[in-house]
């Protein structure tokens, strides 16, 4: 990995966590875990900063998730994922950056969202007018998991696929690079 992609996004990770023991000590410990998880894809690197829900017995989506309404995907502040390079998003371009990323849960097809407030609680002061993209994809069943889960697969040259995956539900999302 070159420098020059590695610094901004190394700056991201900086920001998801405390940057002093004190911070910590006086934080407490979250029922939904932080997680960063992040992937170079061609040239790009891909940083995923969120909150890491779990099933805990509870119905998941269309219950404690519900369908057709804007979802922070995950807990407490928002999903953030950036991009160090201008990429692809299932075959839409998106400028470099770093965005929140929200979606809307349906049976069967989710709507992705890459929103510009990078920088926000949940979804509660989420507007739809700083939406730089929406894109559907295909909601699949899939193996249980626990907690939910942002990872890479199928991660090529110049794409690779993002899923989340949570309960018995993966969610993929095709990114693309130009290098």
Do not use: K
């Not at 997680?35 to 119905?59: C, E, F, K, N």
């Not at 990323?101 to 407030?117: A, H, K, R, S």
Request: hydrophobic share 40%.
């Amino acid at each position: 990995m070159q420098l020059r992609h590695f610094l901004p996004l190394a700056f991201c990770v900086l920001l998801a966590f405390p940057a002093t023991a004190q911070e910590r000590a006086n934080e407490e410990i979250r029922a939904s875990p932080n997680a960063v998880v992040g992937q170079t894809i061609g040239m790009t690197d891909v940083l995923i900063t969120y909150g890491r829900p779990s099933v805990r017995d509870r119905d998941i989506f269309g219950d404690l998730v519900p369908y057709d309404a804007v979802w922070r995907t995950g807990a407490n502040e928002a999903t953030t994922i950036a991009f160090s390079e201008d990429v692809m998003i299932e075959g839409q371009p998106l400028a470099a950056g770093t965005y929140s990323l929200f979606t809307i849960p349906g049976e069967d097809e989710w709507t992705v969202i890459f929103n510009n407030v990078a920088n926000q609680w949940g979804a509660y002061d989420y507007d739809e007018a700083s939406d730089v993209l929406r894109v559907t994809v295909e909601a699949e069943e899939s193996d249980y998991s626990e907690l939910m889960t942002f990872s890479f697969d199928e991660v090529g040259e110049t794409s690779g696929e993002l899923v989340l995956h949570w309960d018995e539900t993966a969610v993929p999302i095709t990114i693309a690079t130009g290098s």
